[in-house]
């Protein structure tokens, strides 16, 4: 064959595989085109409907008194139940795995050393204005005084008088059904907020409205079918106001159930306890500590709280009626 011949096949040959190696390419970048869109649709396609959202109002400190029969071991068993695919608690995205991480409600620890057990994804979405933004407190005249006094006991009676009424027992169900003793609440935060403004009662309003919003956005991205939403009590009327007028959600009732004994925690929330305890009383000893973060630690009685907690092992040991005075 004359060499010309061989060099134009050869040249041929190359441009033939520089054409398949395009069109392969081609097709590559067509089929990750089509995934892409399919994905991006596939996203487009959830909506918040799709979603069960629970609220579950937890009680902090009162998880120790043995009366009220709602230990942490309560909500253990709910999440059980539920079987969750997101949790979202009461503590800043900021505050997690950090020092100041023990200044919020002892039972997050509890919960995500459980949800970690379990493989269930945990995200904080508490808001907390900035501690530049601290208020001095407001003096309340003798008669806002007393007016605010009769709501906060009323609240308070709702909870004894159904206690005494039912012998002791119902209390986790009556903290998340009861919708008078929720409205008592909301009567409470709208007087105090209509008296002194909302920066007086931890900007309430805006706190829990940015709650909310963190709690659709950490939604939307995380797509769950069922999440578990675990605040303070006080939070439940208006998170789940905020849901229902924002976003158009109802949320679920929170499954009623049998009371579970209280058993100790295990180890890794032990570790956490004593880690977050050591970190608040290092900061509370740090002279360079900003004043306005020490107080806010000071008035949460978190230090003491955790004590508690740790002395105990996250089993209730402390009885209410003593401390009423009762036998």
Known sequence: MPRHSFVIKKLAMKSQKKQLK??????????????????????????????????????????????????????NGLIGDLK?????????PEALNTETEGYF???????????KQKHIKYVPVDWRSPLCEQNKPAVLTESQ????????????G????????????GYYDFVQKDTGFHQSIKAQHDIKIDFLGEEQDGYWLTRNKKIT???????MKEKPKVVLVTFGLHHKYILEENLKNYYGINAFPVPLQK??????????????????KANLERIMQNENTDAALKQKIKSSRR?????????????????LKKLMGGK
């Open 22 to 75: 395009t069109q392969f390419l081609l097709l590559i970048s067509a089929l990750f085109s089509i995934l892409t869109i399919s994905c991006n649709r596939a996203n487009d396609a959830y909506d918040l409907s799709q979603c069960k959202v629970y609220i579950l109002g937890t009680c902090h400190s009162n998880h120790l008194f043995s009366e009220l029969n709602y230990s942490l071991n309560d909500i």
């Open 259 to 276: 009371a579970r004994p209280g058993q100790p925690v295990n180890e890794n929330v032990m570790e956490r306890w004593e880690k977050n």
């Open 158 to 169: 709702l909870v004894f008088n159904f206690l005494m009424q039912n012998n002791w027992k």
């Open 303 to 319: 230090i003491q709280e955790l004590d508690k907690f740790i002395k105990a092992e996250g089993v209730p040991n402390i009885s």
């Open 213 to 219: 919003d963190k709690l659709i956005k950490t939604i």
């Open 105 to 115: 409600p002892t039972e997050n620890t509890h919960i995500i050393e459980t949800a």
């Open 84 to 92: 969750p695919d997101l949790i979202c608690f009461e503590m800043t």
């Open 145 to 156: 005084q007393k007016f605010l006094r009769t709501a906060q006991q009323k609240t308070e």
